[in-house]
């Protein structure tokens, strides 16, 4: 949202000046009573009557270590998540570093400790129910 001009608040200024209220300035500007009363109040407080600067946006973890997240994993895919914390050396929660791959679609990959399992059946082939006692 684009702050009001200076134009129009000089304007307030002078009609809450020369005995308006802030309803009445609110209805005639087509602004809210509140945004009136925040203008006025910080004058007082202040003396500013110009729109201050937009507060910049913080840019999410994933977006700033992104090429970091990417090149570590590449390197070593079988850390823990805390392993990944502690090697990048941030200070992050296990969530927000879980949360942050899977946006960026990275996995980390384990290591199997044993052999796979035969692909051959499981149970015997002894009819509609062969379980014990059948």
Not at 4 to 16: G, N
Not at 29 to 40: C, D, F, G, L, P
Not at 45 to 65: L, V, W
């Amino acid at each position: 949202m684009r702050a009001y001009s200076l134009d129009l608040r000089v304007r307030v200024f002078a009609d809450y000046d020369a005995g308006m209220t802030f309803a009445q300035l609110g209805r005639k500007y087509t602004v809210s009573a509140e945004w009136v009363r925040q203008i006025v109040r910080r004058r007082e407080q202040t003396g500013e009557i110009a729109a201050r600067p937009p507060i910049p946006k913080r840019i999410p973890f994933r977006r700033r270590y992104e090429a970091l997240l990417r090149q570590t994993i590449a390197e070593c895919p079988d850390l823990t998540l805390e392993a990944l914390r502690r090697r990048l050396q941030l200070d992050v929660s296990i969530g927000t570093l879980h949360n942050a791959l899977v946006a960026l679609r990275l996995t980390l990959k384990k290591k199997r400790s044993a052999r796979p399992s035969g692909s051959g059946p499981t149970s015997p082939n002894g009819g509609r129910n062969s379980g014990p006692g059948n």
